[in-house]
C-alpha cells in the first residue's frame, strides 16, 4: 500500500486525529532527495501496514500545513503520535534510520 496524499484540507482528520502513529512525507515534485526518498517511505509503509500510517503532503500544494510546522527544506519527514508531533528527519534518510525513529513510537 503505498502512501496516502494527504492536503492542507484532510491533514487534521488524516493525520492529527489518526489513532496510529503516522509518517508524514513533506515533498515536492521538484525536489530530487524527495525522488530518492519517496521508494523508501513507500517500502515502509508496506512494511508498517496496520501500525503507522504513512501520508504524503506536496509543500507546493499544500503550503499551509508546510508552515504551520517549520518545513524549511524537504524531504522532511515528520512522525506523529496522538495528534502531536513527537519526531522528524529531514533529509533523504536510508532506510534503516527511518525504521529505527518509527520503531520509537510503535
Known amino acids: 500500500m503505498a502512501a496516502t496524499a494527504v492536503t492542507d484540507a484532510s491533514f487534521k482528520e488524516e493525520v492529527i486525529e489518526s489513532d496510529t502513529p503516522v509518517l508524514v512525507d513533506f515533498w515536492a515534485p521538484w525536489c530530487g532527495p524527495c ?12 512494511e508498517y501496514d496496520g501500525q503507522v500510517k504513512v501520508v504524503k503532503v506536496n509543500t507546493d500544494e499544500n503550503p ?12 522532511t519527514l515528520m512522525i ?3 495528534g502531536q508531533r513527537v519526531d522528524m528527519v529531514v533529509g533523504a534518510v536510508p532506510k534503516t534510520t527511518l525504521a529505527n525513529t518509527l520503531a520509537k513510537y510503535i
Open 80 to 82: 506523529f503520535k496522538d
Open 35 to 46: 525522488r530518492m526518498v519517496s521508494p523508501v517511505v513507500d517500502e515502509i509503509s508496506e
Open 64 to 75: 499551509s500545513v508546510a508552515s504551520q510546522y517549520g518545513i524549511r527544506s524537504i524531504p
